[in-house]
């Protein structure tokens, strides 16, 4: 039972939700602080995949047995779930794919393949994950259109004025983060998208790191694509997806051919495809793995999104006030608005050497670039250390990071 009906949640309960979270690492109980790159999974969704293999494991929409009806079935009000999560109008506006990088990949290969060209611009900001920045840079060199990007300020938030510049009738699609998994940066993601509009460009919106931690809308966004992962928002790996407006997707051509994708096929005219959202899921996807994330979606659910978001914000203040006394440690990302991550680099420590330090003592956080160098670039460092945090974590596991990252500095000083 993890529905709470206080203002505030329970994290006592959810944890029992966690099967992942009893378990010791060199001896220590497990510290787990890396959520901006996977979350754990609660029991809901484990039973969850257990169940479908166990009792209807089959290929959907194409056989008509029980078991097929049944996946197919649950894979597609799994589809619903993923409307209702995001807060989008229609159903086959959602695509299932991977994750993010896939949903990311079929909107550069479907939309811009086909609509950039030479004398184009692509806006992305420095902010961006290296899965928002290369799909555009490997279509750019086929395609010949411009990467633009926009800055940033020491705070690690967007330049919104230079983005008010930059922003012009050449600008055909703007991509962005909605949080930045590097600094936590919450990014103002529906005034980006008036702005977009107002010149015609459309607006992406890579929420990878907004959907586990921020209440998203789509139409209030009034994003024209919008990407997530499964894996980040206590879903399994494997399932992810692309919300797009229904006669953007319409419009677009297939990315991928294979099976489930198609109407007919012929060798003397052609194939014709299926429509949306199929047209864009050629292939076996994960079904398991598809009918988990709607569990876990409603997990979010049953506890609040409001509820985790303010918890986090908690969890973030702590940590941003416990840390700012550990001298020679600079927090890097302090935009005024930030979900709950923390990144940081301490003078005189590598930050790979406290990460592998820190894990002897039972804590998990990452170290790196993140996958996003240009930012850490423009920082001037090459890696930083990030704690993340999500619905189960605590301040009391916050107090045992500190600890336990004061008594690594005092190791390799
Ligand atoms: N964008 C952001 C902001 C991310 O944090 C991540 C994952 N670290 C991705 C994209 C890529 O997600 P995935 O690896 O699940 O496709």
New binding site residues.
């Given amino acids: 039972m993890t529905a709470t009906t206080d203002l505030t949640l329970d994290v006592a309960a959810i944890r029992r939700d966690f099967p992942i979270l009893e378990r010791e690492v060199h001896g220590k109980p497990l510290v787990y602080l890396d959520n901006?790159?996977?979350s754990q999974t609660p029991r809901q969704v484990l039973e969850t995949l257990d169940h479908y293999y166990r009792h209807y494991n089959a290929n959907i929409h194409r056989g008509l047995h029980t078991l097929a009806d049944e996946a197919t079935a649950a894979y597609e009000a799994t589809r619903e779930t993923v409307r209702r999560f995001l807060g989008a109008g229609q159903a086959r506006e959602i695509v299932f794919t991977?994750?993010?990088?896939?949903?990311?990949n079929l909107v550069v290969h479907s939309w811009g393949r086909h609509n950039l060209g030479p004398g184009d611009e692509v806006l992305i900001s420095r902010l961006?994950?290296?899965?928002?920045i290369v799909p555009w840079q490997l279509l750019a060199k086929e395609r010949g259109f411009t990467i633009r990007v926009i800055p940033v300020d020491e705070r690690g938030a967007l330049d919104m004025a230079a983005y008010r510049d930059l922003v012009g009738e050449r600008t055909r699609l703007v991509a962005v983060?909605?949080?930045?998994?590097?600094f936590g940066t919450i990014n103002p993601v529906a005034e980006m998208a008036r702005i977009a509009h107002e010149q015609g460009a459309l607006i992406l919106v890579?929420?990878?790191?907004a959907a586990p931690h921020e209440p998203v809308d789509v139409v209030a966004i009034d994003a024209d694509f919008y990407?997530f992962?499964?894996?980040?928002v206590y879903g399994p790996?494997g399932a992810?997806a692309l919300y797009g407006k229904a006669h953007l997707l319409e419009a677009m051509p297939p990315w991928q051919g294979g099976g489930e994708m198609i109407r007919t096929v012929s060798f003397e005219e052609g194939s014709t495809f299926a429509d949306v959202p199929h047209k864009f899921e050629a292939g076996t996807p994960s079904v398991a793995d598809v009918i988990a994330l709607g569990r876990a979606l409603e997990w979010v659910d049953e506890i609040g999104i409001a509820l985790i978001r303010d918890w986090e914000h908690g969890l973030l203040a702590h940590a941003h006030r416990e840390l700012g006394r550990i001298d020679g440690l600079h927090i890097l990302g302090t935009a005024p608005q930030k979900a709950g991550v923390v990144s940081f680099v301490v003078d005189g420590a590598h930050a790979q050497d406290i990460a592998l330090l820190i894990d002897q003592l039972g804590v998990a956080i990452r170290t790196g670039n993140?996958?996003?160098q240009p930012l850490l670039h423009h920082f001037g460092v090459e890696a930083t250390c990030r704690a993340s945090f999500a619905a189960y974590n605590t301040p009391e596991e916050i107090d045992i990071f500190v600890a336990a990252l004061t008594r690594v500095i005092g190791m390799v000083r």
Wanted: proline share 0%; aromatic share 0%; hydrophobic share 25%.
């Fill in positions: 901006a790159a996977t991977r994750g993010t990088t896939e949903a990311i961006e994950h290296h899965s928002n983060n909605h949080v930045s998994n590097a890579d929420g990878a790191q990407a992962s499964g894996h980040k790996t992810g993140h996958c996003a």
